[in-house]
Every structure is written in structure tokens, then in C-alpha cells.
């Protein structure tokens, strides 16, 4: 069955950063575009980046533009996100998910002022 196991998070300074992988199994990743979401305690849920199948990134959301990077290795079924100058606004659960809809359990991302 699919699996979406993110990693990477945790407790950082404001300027930090931290690199967050997702890990996929139980589809064929490389057919798949891919993003990150973040959701916040009391707030919606807001698109952070995607990518498409072949590793160009599709859009991001204005407020990380410029600090965070995403990426993916079809070869390791994984994808990334590269966050630096944290902020944080920028704390809150991260997943990852795939074009059909799917979530993991997401991996939490806290950024002290």
C-alpha cells in the first residue's frame, strides 16, 4: 500500500534551516508530481512547492520564495524540501503528497524567534 514517511523536521532558530525528506513507497514515484503542504495549528492548509516527474520545480508559495527548495530522486523514491532563513511563520506540520491525493503523517517543523 502506499506509504509517505516524512523526516527531517524539528526545533530550529529563526535564520536556521533544516532539510526535510519524504520517503515513498507503494507507487511508482517517478510517474507521480509531487508537493509539500504545510498546515498550522488554527489555519488552513497552504501549498509550500511542487515538482514535476521529471524534477523541475512548479511553483512555490510567495512566502518561501527564495528560501526553500524543492526537489526529488526518482532513483531513491524520495522527495526533499530545502528550507533555510527560516522563519517562524514558516512553523507547522509538513507533508508530503502525491498528485492522487495522499498524506503521510507529516513531520513537524517549529521555529523559535
Known amino acids: 500500500q502506499v506509504q509517505l514517511v516524512e523526516s527531517g523536521g524539528g526545533l530550529v532558530q529563526a535564520g536556521g534551516s533544516l532539510k526535510l525528506s519524504c520517503a515513498t513507497t507503494?507507487?511508482?514515484?517517478?510517474?507521480?508530481?509531487m508537493s509539500w503542504y504545510r498546515q498550522a495549528p488554527g489555519k488552513e492548509r497552504e501549498l509550500v512547492a511542487i515538482?514535476?516527474?521529471?524534477?523541475?520545480?512548479?511553483n512555490y508559495a510567495d512566502s518561501v520564495k527564495g528560501r526553500f527548495t524543492i526537489s526529488r530522486d526518482n532513483a531513491k523514491n524520495t522527495l526533499y524540501l530545502q528550507m533555510n532563513s527560516l522563519r517562524p511563520e514558516d512553523t507547522a506540520t509538513y507533508y508530503c503528497?502525491?498528485?492522487?491525493?495522499?498524506r503521510g503523517q507529516g513531520t513537524q517543523v517549529t521555529v523559535s524567534s
Open positions: 515538482i514535476d516527474t521529471a524534477g523541475r520545480p512548479a
Open positions: 507503494g507507487f511508482i514515484f517517478a510517474n507521480y508530481v
Open positions: 503528497v502525491p498528485s492522487f491525493g495522499y
